[in-house]
């Protein structure tokens, strides 16, 4: 990656930026719907997005914009590379965050555009809990300096109106679990309640001393939740359904993971080892190809694509093997990953059925979780190297 820069700087386009626009948003909702129309204009618009991606945006005056997730990443990143926050990390989040708030009070982080998805539409001030946490996280970092501490605390503990805002869907025998975002959703997300978990269990270790025991209860009966929908293979599934639409990913059986241990880490109640290490050994065996070097996409799929290899996957599975102490195997991983995925200053996001790389510098899609990852693997072999 390049040396880091002031945040403002790394505003990209998206692979969703067709999607968001309000056609992109109409074919996706008739396509979920299962109306032909929607079903054409899908091939129509996944056609145009893969052939022509530059002129593709250009024809729908896209804009680069910087992400929420892709700044917190960064800020998390400099953690490792340079030791402090970029300048004005604190007022870029403020800027980047939710309008869906009462008050400056209350703060949380979405997508920053609208997305259609099978549980609805989200449009784009909607705060999502697969989003805010790396924001906390960037947050606790930024507090380090002590010119920001207090701002920087005042915005973290402005989380937990968003965290007690979501909609419980199950609940009862030390189980919980909740919505993706405060809305209506028919379907409950997987991913998400592990996410919640580990946000709570943040404000059960940093977080107000008012709210550090409800914090410290609801992460572990999420936790709970979700380690009780893991299969006998150590798989989960995206929703918590046996509805049509469902599927098994890398990336998302990553985003399980890595929150189980990260909360495990904060909260010592929660016993989540062993499904660790069942979802760790089943990723492995089940999306790790060794002939290639890299992770396949899906186990259970349901929308196909032109794609068959997506660096956001390779970002995850590298997060994890540095998580599960496989410093080695990180090390070996990241090379390939790089040879595949990286040119001079250029990164790309996917790699075609062709062979061709696609989403050049698309940086919220796997580029800065992978720049992310590789700063903690050069951190963590220089540790082992003292």
Known sequence: MKPLRELDGYASYDPYDLWATPAGVGIR?????????????????????????????????????????????????????????????????????????????????????????????????????????????????????????????????????????????????????????????????????????????????????????????????????????????????????????????????????KNLKKAGGLIGDIKAEASIEKGFGFLKESFYDPKQGLCRRFLVRDIKDPYRCDLYDQAEFLGLLIDMGEIEEAGIFHDRVKGVFNSGDDWWCKIDLLGRRWGKNLLRWGIAPFWYNSARLGSAISQREV
């Open 29 to 257: 909702k008739r396509f979920y719907e299962g109306d032909f129309t929607g079903k054409a204009g899908a091939v129509i618009f996944s056609l145009l997005d893969w052939a022509l991606p530059s002129l593709s945006r250009l024809l729908i005056g896209a804009s680069p914009i910087l992400h929420p997730i892709t700044a917190a990443h960064l800020i998390l990143t400099s953690r490792y590379t340079v030791g402090t926050p970029q300048k004005g990390s604190l007022d870029i989040l403020k800027r980047l965050a939710s309008g869906r708030k009462s008050s400056q009070d209350e703060w949380a982080w979405g997508l920053g555009f609208p997305w259609m998805s099978k549980n609805g539409l989200y449009d784009r001030e909607v705060p999502f809990v697969t989003h805010t946490p790396y924001v906390m996280e960037a947050l606790l970092f930024i507090a380090g300096e002590k010119e920001l501490k207090e701002d920087a605390m005042a915005m973290f503990n402005g989380t937990w109106p968003f965290l007690e805002s979501l909609h419980v869907k199950e609940s009862g025998a030390g189980r919980l679990a909740l919505s993706y975002a405060p809305v209506d959703e028919p379907r409950i997300v997987v991913n998400a309640n592990a996410y919640a978990s580990f946000a709570y269990a943040l404000h059960a270790r940093y977080g107000r001393a008012e709210v550090r025991d409800a914090a410290r209860a609801k992460s572990i009966e999420l936790a709970n939740w979700v380690i009780g929908e893991q299969d006998e293979r150590g798989a989960w599934f995206y929703y918590a359904d046996k509805e049509p639409g469902n599927f098994i990913d890398c990336f998302h059986s990553c985003f399980v993971i």
